[in-house]
């Protein structure tokens, strides 16, 4: 791709990607049964202890992965959050875009893109809330 046709994609994809305000503005009413702390932690992109389903979709956004734990004191499931990082693979004389955006070259030749992935969080629920929270430090 040329360099404008791969900035305008790059554009593009950000502009489709899901934020806490633009989940807000699909469930309104969701949002609005929220309590008031709830509502402030779903603003910032977070979440906390006791929150269900809802509210932490709205918050995060839709899990990456989801895991199911079936154990003799009772199911649970843990939602994944990941990243996916783009960059090229081979040598590359020029900037290139990562964290998420395709990567290009100004100059030089360069591989395939290369990914690496790399899980940002883990939200624990039981009996529908959130119980765990893991993320790094």
């Known amino acids: 791709l040329k360099p404008a046709t791969t900035a305008l994609l790059a554009l593009l994809l950000a502009a489709c990607a899901s934020t806490p305000t633009s989940r807000i503005e699909k469930d309104p009413a969701g949002f609005a049964r929220l309590t008031p702390e709830q509502q402030e932690k779903v603003r910032?992109?977070?979440?906390?202890i006791g929150f269900d389903a809802s509210a932490t979709r709205l918050a995060l956004g839709e899990p990456d992965r989801?895991?199911?734990?079936?154990?003799?004191a009772g199911?649970?499931?843990?939602?994944?959050y990941v990243d996916v990082y783009t960059?090229?693979?081979?040598?590359?004389?020029?900037?290139?875009?990562?964290?998420?955006?395709p990567s290009y070259c100004f100059a030089g030749y360069y591989g395939p893109p290369a990914q690496e992935t790399k899980e940002r969080m883990r939200v624990g629920f039981e009996a529908g809330k959130v119980v765990s929270i893991e993320k790094e430090k």
């Open 44 to 48: 910032a992109g977070q979440v906390a």
């Open 66 to 72: 989801i895991l199911q734990k079936i154990t003799a």
């Open 75 to 80: 199911d649970s499931e843990t939602w994944l």
């Open 87 to 101: 960059y090229p693979s081979g040598p590359c004389y020029g900037a290139f875009f990562r964290y998420g955006l």
